[in-house]
């Protein structure tokens, strides 16, 4: 139970007077915060000793140690970790000072020194100058778009771009080398008895002869073999593979050569042949062809190898790199299908000429043309307004793969060159971080880590830590780093954290890093440090100008207000991002932080301002409290919410505030409401809307009130209650106060009126405004959630404690508000009533020779004036009230004016007629439109039935109703003698079928006829059927319309005449059985009558009703058509 009891509550709830700053007795000092679980302080770095002096030299050397194991965390033990956290929670809870913000990660530079760019611009002028080879299908054939493109790559001038390039011309060329890797073979020619061959490959490069024939496509076979036209020191054999069909080798030759345009690659592929004896040779046969074999090497000498196939290639038709499969040519005509060679080619240089191919290793000359190269692809989008996506130029890709490939750059070097260009231009320029997935992917395929020199592998090292630190700095500022008012800024967070995910993934990152932290332990602490910054960050931009508790604050309501936004984004960008990559639920984790920040600095806060709250800082201390129970809410989709948090009970903070919330809920409403009062004219909105505009304001003044009563929200439940009852109170009140507020605006605005009218009309809209009031009021259970209220307060109040206090002072309102009603609606009937009893006078001072009828005409016309008038400008319920108290007071008028006249039979006459007509006529005011509509049709089936006349026509139907089906069905048979409607003499009949009255049959529509042309006497013999249950079709009025019309093409239909069948009369709904044999029924044709009808007038007046105002446009339409067409007799 809450330490504030009721009783001490309501007084200061029901007390206005009581100074705002009182104190409560009773109140238990409110339990500081407690402290989060885990937070991140930044008074000291890991390993730094605390302040203090050391006493002894085992004190410093207790900190040695200590220090070494906080520099190391992985080493630290369990215990210890935790007294660390323990530790500096302490010191935070104690002073809480601003974090010392992280330096800035200074990347490395991407830039050259004039020195080393004016290298490596020569060795790039050297690698286009001496290209070999065809160009690939996507690179730039042209050498001088080549040294155009590099000129503007390292922004050098013309004039010293010409120096440079001559003295490159004038340097000597380079070895050129052909890089020939024989793979493997298959399908070559058995040519042991075994079936199999021992192949081996002869290869060399034949200079200053070219391939005859052109293209290696169209190239002759060769007779020559290698070992006859290449010096045998420049011949290159590979090893034999026994007893195969698909030999594999697998090895590489350097074959130099020096004019690519005379130069041509030869091998030859041989069957190496041992000397065997005939039992050997024997002993392998397998087949005849093998015996046929072994008598062609009689033949031969001992020892000669057999050919093979051979392939001849012209150098110049090579591209730097070839990858494929040749087919063995052969030297004769006998087997033309001798298998393929694998083979792989590269155009290499030796002995560059360059200072930096001299002075520096190939893989680092490689990896600054790339960084040079792509800083410029990237420096060249953004002056374009664009982002960088990763893609070369063709420019680039071209100079960059002949630069490789001149210097015989291993896939892999490439890869791990172009992982480190990218992962340090990724630092210091903007551009996709889905730029490096490719290289890793790369490395982590052909990692070997013997492969790499000892200071290779410390440069990747380094690498992977400065770009995981520069990752970790960016994670620790997402929230500026990558704005969500920036559209693809989520996309750029999850692309770095995968990034970072697949190099810490990477098995070269294990082995060069061995110590590192798990990934989504440091994204962790980074996260929580870059709350703590932007936290602090965010307070200082909202440190007001002038120190005050007001200015203060508004300052704490801004910073609240950023927390929470910040935790929506959270919750709904960046958590998903950080759990589907790291399963870091950063929503829950900024949660923790921020509400232990934020709870500390609102109760520095509300303990400042103290129990003296003022309006204006109630005000304040509202905001901050809706804005907190946002921010508090939240918990429920963090893992926190069923832990400890700061912001626990944390309304208690501002119980001394809620007598000025209370207080000021009533002034601005009650100020509201005077002013809503005061600007009415007392004139209805609309037709449909009988109340004045001040009623309107009310309604949003109390709804305003229940808006803050939700708002507030109080948790604790007793106290909830007492507050509940103070808006309950405040609000009746408020209604009383319009209702004295009204009557004298209507008072005020009528005390200048001469016509008595414009004042009754005022009387009618004060009381439609006490009647909507009076709805607004009894929705106050529903608003304020009394339901509700009752099951939390169920256990600390007593039983029907709720039930006495809420619903009592809501029924003592309502009841008076029934009274000021009926106040009204009294002195509206007063006015009427001195009419009716002159009228009554009237009638019985009418010469004899007048009739009755003729004599009540003026008390008729009277009250159908002012009945009208009044059905019109009040609501259904008060006028309902109004008509009661007329007739009471008719009736009262009436037997006084019968004793009066007892001697005069004539007057007693006019009076009972009088009564007669007064009662129909307050019948019909008092019903509803639904019930004038049924009392319509009713009056409408009379007329048929008292038709027998057929000068308009007839239609005859069969109509049955089958209750097991519920299902009524119509044959229409005919109709006959119709009116001829057209210019013609004749017309076109169709009929409509409905259902009436319509809100009886809401979802049956209405069906027609066929349409027939010049045809007075159609025969339709058609059949409807309807679902409809039996219940409706048996209330008086029910009936099914037929409505004969005439068809015109351009213009509106015209009507033929109306018939009216009573559904009740219908067999199966007279009686229980199911209908036998139905007859036929000959309806004759009616009009609407022509001089209108009471009910339509009646319902004409109700103009706030729409479906009394559909009806009665449509019965005046068909009226209207009536009244065109004159009657002809019957031929």
């Given at each position: 139970?809450?330490?504030v009891?009721p009783?001490?509550?309501?007084?200061?709830?029901?007390?206005?007077?009581?100074p705002?700053?009182?104190?409560?007795?009773?109140?238990?000092?409110t339990?500081?915060?407690?402290?989060?679980?885990h937070v991140?302080?930044?008074?000291?770095?890991?390993?730094?000793n605390p302040?203090?002096?050391?006493?002894s030299?085992?004190?410093?050397?207790?900190?040695?140690?200590?220090?070494?194991?906080?520099?190391?965390?992985?080493?630290r033990?369990?215990?210890?970790?935790?007294?660390?956290?323990?530790?500096?929670?302490?010191?935070?809870?104690?002073q809480?000072?601003?974090?010392?913000?992280?330096?800035?990660?200074?990347p490395p530079?991407?830039?050259?020194?004039?020195?080393?760019?004016?290298?490596?611009?020569?060795?790039?002028?050297y690698?286009?100058?001496?290209?070999?080879?065809?160009?690939e299908?996507n690179?730039?054939?042209?050498?001088?778009?080549?040294?155009?493109?590099?000129q503007e790559?390292?922004?050098?001038?013309?004039?010293?771009?010409q120096?440079?390039?001559?003295?490159?011309?004038?340097?000597?060329?380079p070895?050129?080398c052909?890089?020939?890797?024989?793979?493997?073979?298959?399908?070559i020619?058995?040519?042991?008895?075994?079936?199999f061959?021992?192949p081996?490959?002869?290869?060399?490069i034949?200079q200053?002869?070219?391939?005859?024939g052109?293209?290696?496509?169209?190239?002759?076979r060769q007779?020559a073999?290698?070992?006859?036209?290449?010096?045998?020191?420049?011949?290159h054999?590979t090893?034999?593979i026994t007893?195969?069909?698909n030999p594999?080798?697998?090895?590489?030759?350097i074959?130099e050569f020096e004019?690519i345009?005379?130069?041509?690659?030869?091998?030859?592929?041989?069957d190496l042949?041992?000397?065997?004896?005939?039992r050997?040779?024997?002993g392998?046969?397998?087949?005849?062809h093998?015996?046929?074999?072994?008598f062609?090497?009689?033949?031969?000498?001992?020892?000669?190898?057999?050919?093979?196939?051979?392939?001849v290639?012209?150098?110049q038709?090579?591209r730097c790199?070839e990858?494929?499969?040749?087919?063995?040519e052969?030297?004769?005509?006998?087997?033309?299908d001798?298998?393929?060679?694998?083979?792989?080619?590269?155009?290499?240089?030796k002995r560059?000429?360059?200072s930096?191919?001299r002075s520096?290793?190939s893989?680092?000359?490689?990896?600054?043309?790339?960084?040079?190269?792509?800083?410029?692809?990237?420096?060249?989008h953004e002056?374009?307004?664009?982002?960088?996506?990763?893609?070369?130029?063709p420019?680039a890709?071209?100079?960059?793969?002949?630069?490789?490939?001149q210097?015989?750059?291993?896939d892999f070097?490439q890869s791990?060159?172009?992982?480190?260009a990218?992962?340090?231009?990724?630092?210091?320029?903007?551009?996709p971080?889905s730029?490096?997935?490719?290289p890793?992917t790369?490395?982590?395929?052909q990692?070997?880590?013997?492969?790499?020199?000892?200071?290779q592998?410390e440069e990747?090292?380094?690498?992977?830590?400065s770009?995981?630190?520069?990752?970790?700095?960016?994670?620790?500022r997402?929230?500026?780093?990558?704005?969500?008012?920036?559209?693809?800024s989520?996309?750029?967070l999850?692309?770095?954290?995968?990034?970072l995910?697949?190099?810490c993934?990477m098995?070269a990152?294990g082995?060069?890093?061995?110590?590192?932290?798990?990934?989504p332990q440091?994204?962790t602490?980074?996260?929580?440090t870059?709350t703590?910054?932007?936290f602090h960050?965010k307070?200082?931009?909202h440190q007001?100008m002038?120190?005050?508790?007001p200015?203060?604050?508004?300052a704490?309501?801004?910073?609240v207000q950023d927390?929470?936004?910040?935790?929506?984004?959270?919750?709904?960008?960046?958590?998903k991002?950080?759990?589907?990559?790291l399963?870091?639920h950063l929503?829950?984790?900024?949660?923790?932080e921020?509400?232990?920040?934020?709870?500390k600095?609102?109760q520095?806060h509300t303990?400042?301002v103290?129990?003296a709250?003022?309006?204006?800082?109630?005000?304040?201390?509202?905001?901050?409290y809706?804005?907190?129970?946002?921010?508090?809410?939240?918990?429920?989709s963090?893992s926190e919410r069923?832990?400890?948090l700061?912001?626990?009970n944390f309304?208690?903070?501002?119980q001394?505030?809620?007598?000025s919330?209370?207080q000021?809920?009533y002034?601005?409403?009650?100020?509201?409401v005077?002013?809503?009062?005061?600007?009415?004219?007392?004139?209805?909105?609309g037709?449909?809307?009988?109340?004045?505009?001040?009623?309107?304001d009310?309604?949003?003044?109390?709804?305003?009130?229940?808006?803050?009563?939700?708002q507030?929200?109080?948790?604790?439940?007793?106290?909830?209650?007492?507050?509940t009852?103070?808006?309950?109170?405040?609000?009746?009140?408020?209604a009383?106060v319009?209702?004295?507020?009204?009557k004298a605006?209507a008072r005020e605005?009528s005390?200048?009126?001469k016509d008595?009218g414009?004042?009754?009309?005022?009387?009618?809209?004060?009381?439609?405004?006490?009647?909507?009031?009076?709805?607004v009021?009894?929705?106050?259970?529903?608003q304020?959630a009394w339901?509700?209220?009752?099951?939390?307060?169920?256990?600390?109040?007593?039983?029907?404690q709720l039930?006495n206090t809420?619903?009592a002072?809501?029924?003592?309102?309502?009841?008076?508000?029934?009274?000021?009603?009926?106040?009204?609606?009294?002195t509206l009937?007063e006015?009427?009533?001195?009419?009716?009893a002159?009228?009554?006078q009237?009638?019985?001072?009418?010469r004899?020779?007048?009739l009755?009828?003729?004599?009540?005409?003026?008390?008729?016309?009277?009250l159908?004036?002012?009945l009208?008038y009044?059905?019109?400008?009040?609501?259904?319920?008060?006028?309902s009230?109004?008509?009661?108290?007329?007739?009471?007071?008719?009736?009262?008028?009436?037997?006084?004016?019968?004793?009066?006249?007892?001697s005069?039979s004539l007057?007693?006459n006019?009076?009972?007629?009088a009564?007669?007509?007064?009662?129909r006529?307050?019948e019909l005011?008092?019903?509803?439109?639904?019930?004038?509509?049924?009392?319509?049709?009713?009056?409408?089936?009379?007329?048929q039935?008292?038709?027998?006349?057929?000068?308009?026509?007839?239609v005859?139907?069969?109509?049955?109703?089958?209750a097991?089906?519920?299902?009524?069905?119509?044959?229409?048979?005919?109709?006959?003698?119709?009116?001829?409607?057209?210019?013609?003499?004749?017309?076109?009949?169709?009929?409509?079928?409905t259902?009436?009255?319509?809100?009886e049959?809401?979802?049956?529509a209405?069906?027609?006829?066929?349409k027939h042309?010049k045809?007075?006497?159609p025969?339709?013999?058609?059949?409807f059927?309807?679902?409809?249950?039996?219940?409706?079709?048996?209330?008086?009025?029910?009936?099914l319309?037929?409505?004969v019309?005439?068809?015109d093409?351009l213009?509106a239909?015209?009507?033929e005449?109306?018939?009216f069948?009573?559904l009740?009369?219908?067999?199966g709904?007279s009686?229980?059985e199911?209908?036998?044999e139905v007859p036929?029924t000959?309806?004759p044709?009616?009009?609407?009558?022509?001089?209108?009808d009471?009910?339509l007038?009646?319902?004409?007046?109700?103009?706030?009703?729409?479906?009394?105002?559909?009806?009665?446009?449509?019965?005046?339409?068909r009226?209207k058509?009536?009244?065109?067409?004159?009657?002809?007799?019957a031929?």
């Amino acid at each position: 139970m809450s330490p504030v009891g009721p009783g001490r509550l309501s007084n200061w709830l029901s007390s206005r007077e009581t100074p705002l700053g009182s104190p409560h007795p009773g109140r238990h000092p409110t339990p500081p915060c407690p402290a989060p679980p885990h937070v991140w302080t930044h008074s000291r770095k890991w390993g730094e000793n605390p302040p203090g002096p050391s006493t002894s030299g085992q004190g410093r050397a207790e900190k040695a140690t200590m220090a070494t194991l906080l520099s190391h965390p992985q080493q630290r033990p369990p215990f210890l970790r935790q007294a660390i956290k323990i530790r500096r929670r302490r010191v935070r809870d104690l002073q809480d000072p601003p974090p010392q913000m992280a330096p800035e990660i200074q990347p490395p530079s991407h830039h050259f020194s004039p020195e080393q760019r004016a290298l490596l611009y020569e060795d790039a002028l050297y690698t286009v100058l001496h290209r070999l080879g065809q160009p690939e299908p996507n690179h730039v054939t042209e050498a001088s778009e080549l040294l155009r493109y590099l000129q503007e790559a390292f922004h050098v001038e013309p004039k010293e771009h010409q120096q440079t390039l001559q003295r490159v011309r004038e340097l000597e060329k380079p070895i050129f080398c052909l890089k020939a890797t024989v793979k493997q073979a298959k399908g070559i020619l058995g040519k042991d008895v075994s079936g199999f061959s021992d192949p081996y490959c002869l290869l060399g490069i034949e200079q200053g002869v070219g391939v005859p024939g052109g293209s290696p496509g169209s190239r002759q076979r060769q007779k020559a073999v290698v070992r006859h036209t290449i010096p045998e020191e420049e011949t290159h054999r590979t090893q034999v593979i026994t007893q195969t069909l698909n030999p594999v080798w697998d090895e590489t030759f350097i074959l130099e050569f020096e004019d690519i345009t005379n130069a041509s690659f030869h091998l030859d592929m041989w069957d190496l042949d041992t000397v065997e004896s005939v039992r050997q040779k024997l002993g392998e046969l397998t087949d005849l062809h093998g015996l046929r074999r072994i008598f062609k090497e009689a033949r031969k000498d001992k020892g000669q190898d057999d050919f093979l196939g051979n392939v001849v290639l012209r150098l110049q038709d090579l591209r730097c790199r070839e990858d494929q499969w040749y087919p063995l040519e052969p030297r004769t005509e006998t087997y033309p299908d001798r298998g393929q060679c694998h083979l792989q080619f590269q155009l290499i240089h030796k002995r560059r000429a360059t200072s930096a191919s001299r002075s520096q290793p190939s893989y680092t000359v490689h990896l600054h043309l790339l960084q040079q190269l792509v800083s410029h692809e990237v420096t060249q989008h953004e002056a374009g307004s664009t982002s960088w996506d990763g893609s070369l130029s063709p420019q680039a890709a071209t100079v960059l793969f002949l630069h490789a490939t001149q210097k015989d750059l291993s896939d892999f070097h490439q890869s791990m060159a172009q992982w480190l260009a990218y992962s340090r231009l990724y630092q210091s320029l903007e551009f996709p971080s889905s730029c490096l997935l490719h290289p890793i992917t790369s490395i982590e395929y052909q990692w070997i880590q013997g492969r790499l020199k000892a200071e290779q592998q410390e440069e990747l090292a380094a690498s992977f830590s400065s770009l995981l630190t520069y990752g970790l700095s960016l994670i620790r500022r997402f929230r500026s780093v990558f704005p969500l008012s920036v559209s693809d800024s989520p996309a750029r967070l999850q692309s770095l954290l995968r990034v970072l995910v697949q190099m810490c993934k990477m098995k070269a990152f294990g082995e060069l890093c061995p110590n590192t932290a798990p990934l989504p332990q440091l994204v962790t602490e980074a996260l929580q440090t870059g709350t703590t910054e932007w936290f602090h960050l965010k307070q200082q931009h909202h440190q007001p100008m002038v120190q005050g508790i007001p200015e203060a604050g508004k300052a704490l309501l801004g910073l609240v207000q950023d927390v929470i936004g910040d935790l929506h984004q959270c919750q709904r960008t960046w958590d998903k991002i950080f759990h589907n990559t790291l399963k870091i639920h950063l929503f829950s984790m900024a949660f923790r932080e921020l509400q232990w920040l934020v709870a500390k600095r609102v109760q520095d806060h509300t303990t400042a301002v103290g129990d003296a709250v003022s309006p204006e800082m109630g005000e304040s201390l509202f905001q901050l409290y809706i804005s907190l129970k946002e921010l508090y809410q939240l918990r429920m989709s963090s893992s926190e919410r069923d832990g400890v948090l700061a912001l626990d009970n944390f309304h208690r903070w501002f119980q001394p505030a809620i007598p000025s919330w209370l207080q000021k809920t009533y002034n601005e409403a009650l100020a509201r409401v005077q002013r809503a009062v005061q600007m009415d004219e007392l004139v209805p909105l609309g037709e449909l809307t009988k109340h004045s505009t001040s009623a309107v304001d009310l309604s949003t003044c109390f709804a305003q009130i229940s808006h803050t009563a939700r708002q507030l929200d109080w948790p604790d439940p007793e106290e909830a209650f007492m507050i509940t009852v103070k808006f309950v109170e405040d609000t009746c009140r408020l209604a009383l106060v319009y209702c004295s507020l009204i009557k004298a605006r209507a008072r005020e605005l009528s005390s200048g009126q001469k016509d008595q009218g414009q004042a009754a009309n005022m009387l009618c809209v004060v009381v439609n405004d006490m009647e909507q009031l009076r709805l607004v009021i009894g929705k106050l259970p529903a608003q304020l959630a009394w339901e509700a209220l009752e099951q939390r307060v169920g256990a600390v109040l007593e039983q029907g404690q709720l039930q006495n206090t809420l619903h009592a002072q809501l029924q003592s309102a309502l009841a008076g508000l029934g009274h000021e009603i009926r106040t009204g609606v009294r002195t509206l009937a007063e006015q009427l009533e001195v009419g009716i009893a002159k009228h009554i006078q009237k009638l019985v001072g009418v010469r004899e020779s007048v009739l009755p009828e003729d004599a009540i005409l003026p008390l008729m016309k009277f009250l159908e004036v002012e009945l009208c008038y009044m059905n019109t400008n009040l609501v259904q319920e008060n006028f309902s009230s109004l008509l009661t108290l007329l007739w009471t007071h008719t009736l009262t008028v009436l037997v006084e004016a019968a004793a009066s006249q007892r001697s005069s039979s004539l007057a007693s006459n006019r009076l009972k007629i009088a009564l007669q007509a007064l009662q129909r006529d307050l019948e019909l005011q008092a019903a509803s439109s639904r019930e004038l509509i049924r009392k319509y049709f009713c009056s409408r089936i009379q007329q048929q039935a008292e038709t027998t006349s057929e000068e308009l026509g007839a239609v005859t139907v069969k109509a049955s109703y089958r209750a097991s089906e519920q299902k009524l069905r119509v044959e229409l048979l005919s109709a006959s003698s119709l009116l001829p409607l057209d210019s013609n003499g004749s017309s076109d009949p169709f009929v409509q079928l409905t259902l009436e009255p319509r809100h009886e049959f809401p979802e049956l529509a209405a069906r027609e006829t066929q349409k027939h042309k010049k045809d007075l006497h159609p025969l339709f013999d058609e059949t409807f059927e309807f679902l409809v249950p039996a219940e409706p079709c048996r209330k008086a009025g029910a009936c099914l319309l037929l409505t004969v019309l005439d068809y015109d093409t351009l213009g509106a239909d015209d009507l033929e005449g109306e018939a009216f069948l009573p559904l009740r009369e219908v067999p199966g709904l007279s009686g229980s059985e199911e209908p036998g044999e139905v007859p036929q029924t000959r309806l004759p044709l009616t009009y609407p009558a022509p001089n209108g009808d009471p009910i339509l007038q009646l319902l004409e007046g109700r103009k706030g009703d729409r479906e009394a105002q559909v009806f009665v446009r449509l019965r005046r339409h068909r009226t209207k058509q009536a009244s065109q067409h004159a009657l002809r007799p019957a031929p």
